[in-house]
């Protein structure tokens, strides 16, 4: 079986974007900003958008919680035209099988080195422990949408982990295999994550299957520099729907941060979107809350 194989890519002839929250905590702003785009890029190019559940990491993922995800989802008006199963229900045995040539088993643990993984075991030949891809040497060059040209050395972070102890993948490998197998042909993220793309694409590469288009929003961080997120200090869209904020309340604020300046509501910023216009590097937010009264 060829490496292509094992995640077959759903046949699409549209454009297709995701929306792929985690359902380790209720929707903030910063979520809102990365789905925002994801949602405007794929309908201005008269595409598809899917919801995927991402609750890979069994001991975070909630049901509730999940529910709770769509919920926000509606209200703010990020629709979804189909909704893809969650990872609890995929299985990735077929397609870390087919990257079998490209990956080794590993005895390490964290107390092991300091910084990033050094590949002490590629070279050991371990019939069992953590799997990880071994990333060959050299900068892998991509186009962020927003950014331009990147240049970026995934060996710096180490080989990443494709399957723990426990027989349970990582996102790392679960986010692409599904995107893959999901027919997504854009990637909208967090620029938190851009330095991750260099690892995900060589994992397209391995699995023979050609990498989507990037696309890396502004961070929202405190007057610290910090990020905003779920575990510290984002509002939840949830809580900003019962303090008696509107959808339109939301994106007033979102959109310009998205380079949109003109439209105040989502449906009217469809045409206007151009990544081009976004805001690079971080967002300085000195209290989310405030903004809402």
Not at 6 to 28: F, I
């Amino acid at each position: 079986m060829s490496a292509r194989g094992a995640a077959t890519s759903a046949p699409s002839s549209q454009p297709t974007g995701r929306l792929a929250p985690t359902p380790s905590g209720r929707l903030h702003l910063g979520n809102v900003v990365a789905f925002g785009a994801a949602w405007l890029s794929a309908r201005q190019a008269r595409g598809r958008v899917v919801l995927r559940i991402e609750d890979v990491d069994v001991g975070r993922a909630r049901a509730d919680l999940a529910q709770g995800l769509r919920e926000d989802l509606a209200w703010l008006g990020l629709t979804w035209d189909v909704e893809t199963p969650p990872q609890q229900t995929r299985s990735y045995a077929e397609a870390l099988a087919a990257l079998r040539p490209h990956t080794y088993a590993c005895h390490c643990t964290r107390r092991d080195w300091s910084g990033p993984y050094p590949g002490t075991c590629r070279d050991r030949l371990h019939r069992d422990g953590v799997v990880r891809l071994r990333l060959p040497e050299g900068e892998v060059t991509f186009v962020d949408r927003a950014l331009g040209q990147q240049h970026v050395d995934p060996t710096t972070l180490g080989d990443p982990v494709l399957q723990r102890l426990d027989g349970v993948c990582t996102y790392t490998l679960a986010v692409v295999v599904d995107d893959i197998r999901d027919g997504v042909t854009e990637v909208v993220r967090g620029g938190d994550l851009l330095v991750a793309t260099g690892a995900q694409v060589r994992l397209y590469e391995a699995l023979d299957a050609p990498p989507p288009s990037w696309l890396h929003t502004p961070m929202l961080v405190d007057v610290s520099g910090r990020k905003l997120g779920k575990s510290h200090g984002s509002q939840a869209i949830a809580a900003l729907r019962q303090a008696g904020a509107s959808p339109d309340d939301v994106w007033r604020r979102v959109l310009p941060w998205l380079g949109v300046h003109g439209p105040k509501h989502l449906h009217d910023a469809v045409m206007a979107f151009d990544p081009s216009r976004m805001a690079h590097g971080s967002i300085v937010v000195a209290d989310d809350r405030a903004e809402f009264g």
